[in-house]
T-cell receptor, first 111, second 114 residues
Framework: QQPVQSPQAVILREGEDAVINCSSS?????VHWYRQKHGEAPVFLMI?????EQKGHEKISASFNEKKQQSSLYLTASQLSYSGTYFC????????????FGKGMKLTVNP | DSGVTQTPKHLITATGQRVTLRCSPR?????VYWYQQSLDQGLQFLIQ???????AKGNILERFSAQQFPDLHSELNLSSLELGDSALYFC?????????????FGNGTRLTVT
């Protein structure tokens, strides 16, 4: 039940936008998004919950389509600091608290 | 600084040996999670504890075991180590469970098995 992330890698120029997708074969209760810079620990970005509640960051937003079991992370006007690997993690409906992460999407933002 | 402390930072040991990784969660957090990250791999979920009790289990090998103590710190024990166990092991903590609480990751323990 590992979520699938796409694309696997993206290279942008500063100021461009990016969309990262996360999909699951299971019905989901929540979707987490984290960013990990090289050599560092993952850092929380936001959680999306079943029912539409959203928490977030400025210039970084996300959507959660419960019916399609998909989530997308939107990075607007990317900055150099956005570079890193983005992971989505999902918990299934049904009460399981297992938070399983996808393989990640590597984003490189160039000047 | 996430407030999650992992020790040691680096560990080098030989095949067949046993090691213990330690994690102190953020103050007030009741849940502790363990993840394994190999080179160019994602975060593989191992196990989760909440207030001393096991709450969820991932693809954790039988050679691996973990526990959460009354003071909420956690230890991950890896035994009969193999070369393939070399990885970065992250501990994370949260106030509630992973369903609706953000995880705060420690800086990890890098294990090298030679």
């Amino acid at each position: 039940q590992q979520p699938v992330q796409s694309p696997q890698a993206v290279i942008l120029r500063e100021g461009e936008d990016a969309v990262i997708n996360c999909s699951s074969s299971k019905a989901l209760y929540s979707v987490h998004w984290y960013r990990q810079k090289h050599g560092e620990a993952p850092v929380f970005l936001m959680i999306l919950l079943k029912g539409g509640e959203q928490k977030g960051h400025e210039k970084i937003s996300a959507s959660f389509n419960e019916k399609k079991q998909q989530s997308s992370l939107y990075l607007t006007a990317s900055q150099l600091s956005y570079s890193g690997t983005y992971f989505c993690g999902t918990t299934p409906q049904g009460g399981s608290e297992k938070l399983v992460f996808g393989k990640g999407m590597k984003l490189t933002v160039n000047p | 600084d996430s407030g999650v402390t992992q020790t040691p930072k680096h560990l080098i040991t030989a095949t067949g040996q046993r090691v213990t990784l330690r994690c102190s969660p953020r103050s007030g957090d009741l849940s502790v999670y363990w993840y394994q990250q190999s080179l160019d791999q994602g975060l593989q979920f191992l196990i989760q504890y909440y207030n001393g009790e096991e709450r969820a289990k991932g693809n954790i090998l039988e050679r691996f075991s973990a526990q959460q103590f009354p003071d909420l710190h956690s230890e991950l024990n890896l035994s009969s180590l193999e070369l393939g166990d070399s990885a970065l092991y992250f501990c994370a903590s949260s106030v509630g469970t992973g369903i609706n609480s953000p995880l705060h990751f420690g800086n990890g323990t890098r294990l090298t098995v030679t």
